[in-house]
């Protein structure tokens, strides 16, 4: 009888914790996940999870999709994209319900990946920066858009190792609904008919939606600097006077909700919005890196989170079928032939329409007739996506592979 297959995964974020949760039902594979922090816990922007990432939630299991309402996700009855400049202006807890069930021997906090050692039977012995080690025969890299394990995968050197500045970035603050709704306005906030809205302007951008049940509003400003492209800064400072500039052209409403829910302190913390360049692989033998560690993108498209998901249901349908750690290598190299085109295609579609919804498209600017015709279309490739034929193909290519 074959032993386990022995799994590490790095990184305790959504990409870890839905692929810890999607391994854990085979019985074939012995899973455990690392996370760097102190606990496991949840950070950043809310998520958006697009019915193309609903569906692989649903094909990993049913009760994964109700992690989602036992979190709070509120159903969204749309997107609305509004023209705010121009002729035509007119807490998350999902990583917490996806690990609930996952034995506590198996989680393992405060854990920074420091190296590999190679064992002679193909096996890996992981080192830790606290001076503990894990054995493993498959190593998978989901540490973020600063991954450690990227880097292994493709050296230190290479261009595509490390995230780059696109230059956009973002101010973000969660209010009460009831706030939220007398400074935006009752007819765009309203759990009654919750939707999310992107409103676009001349280098100046807003999104709000709504969160928790409906007890919070998530309320975003963004806009793009051209001289922050490939600079080294990770976040910025930006002051109230600033900010009443970039919309100081917008309808009053809307200049009103930035100025009441923004601009009550004298600077906001900004955060600026990177992006990995395309990898020439996903995969180095025994290791691979998912999620955020091997596609990190910009927001624009709300697609980053859905990728984690989709990557978890064609990882875990591998791996599961595997029977010893040489077909686990197999799994890995067919994952990373059919998931890194569409992931990269994505990346590279989520900068453009950041550039788009700022008034930065060459062939947009403000037109609403441009922006209605081109802007929109920019998502069915994203969300009209059959998961379910995307993970069959994978099991046939799996299937030849191991014939072969």
């Known amino acids: 009888m074959s032993r386990l297959i022995r799994i590490a995964i790095t990184g305790g974020g959504l990409a870890g914790a839905s692929l810890c949760y999607a391994l854990l039902p085979y019985p074939n594979l012995d899973v455990h996940i690392f996370e760097s ?16 990432a609903l569906a692989a939630l649903d094909l990993i299991g049913p009760a994964a999709a109700q992690c989602l309402k036992r979190a709070g996700a509120v159903p969204m009855v749309g997107v609305r994209f509004m023209l705010a400049q121009g002729n035509n202006s007119g807490n998350m807890i999902f990583l917490r319900e996806l690990l609930a069930d996952v034995p506590q021997e198996r989680m393992h906090a405060g ?27 498959i190593l998978i890299g989901a540490d973020g858009i600063r ?70 509003v998530q309320f975003v400003i963004a ?15 930006v002051s109230a006077d600033e900010i009443k500039k970039l919309y100081q052209a917008w309808p009053p409403h809307l200049y009103k909700a930035v100025d009441q829910l923004l601009c009550n302190a004298p600077e906001q913390n900004a955060m600026y919005f990177w992006e990995h360049p395309p990898a020439r692989t996903y995969v180095s033998g025994p290791v691979c890196i998912a999620g955020d560690a091997a596609h990190a993108t910009t927001p624009w498209q709300g697609s980053g989170g859905g990728m984690s998901i989709e990557d978890s249901l064609i990882l875990s349908t591998l791996l599961g079928r595997a029977k010893t750690p040489a077909e686990a290598l197999t799994a890995l190299k067919v994952y990373d032939h059919v998931r890194r085109p569409r992931t990269q295609r994505i990346v590279e579609s989520s900068r453009g329409t950041g550039l788009i919804v700022n008034g930065l498209g060459e062939d947009t600017k403000l037109d609403f007739e441009k922006l209605r015709a081109n802007l929109l279309p920019r998502w069915d490739f994203i969300i009209d996506f059959d998961n379910e034929k995307h993970r069959d193909e994978a099991v046939e290519m799996m299937e030849r592979e191991l014939q072969s």
């Not at 102190?38 to 697009?50: L, P, Q």
């Not at 100046?204 to 969160?211: A, G, K, P």
């Not at 806009?223 to 800064?233: C, T, Y």
């Open 37 to 52: 922090a102190a606990a496991f816990k949840e950070s950043g922007m809310a998520i958006g999870i697009a019915r193309n």
């Open 223 to 237: 806009s793009h600097e051209k001289d922050a492209v490939d600079s080294d800064h990770w976040t910025r400072t």
């Open 111 to 137: 854990k920074k990946l420091d190296k590999i050692d190679y064992n002679s039977d193909g096996s890996m012995k992981l080192r830790f920066t606290d001076g503990t080690t894990h054995e493993c025969d």
């Open 147 to 216: 991954s450690t394990v990227r880097r292994l995968i493709l050296g230190a050197d290479d261009p595509a190792a490390s995230p780059r500045n696109t230059g956009s970035w973002c101010v973000m603050t969660l209010q009460p609904y009831a706030e939220a709704q007398a400074n935006i306005g009752k007819g765009v906030v309203d759990i009654e008919d919750a939707r999310e809205y992107s409103w676009i302007g001349d280098r100046s951008y807003i999104l709000h939606n709504v969160l928790d049940h409906g007890r919070l």
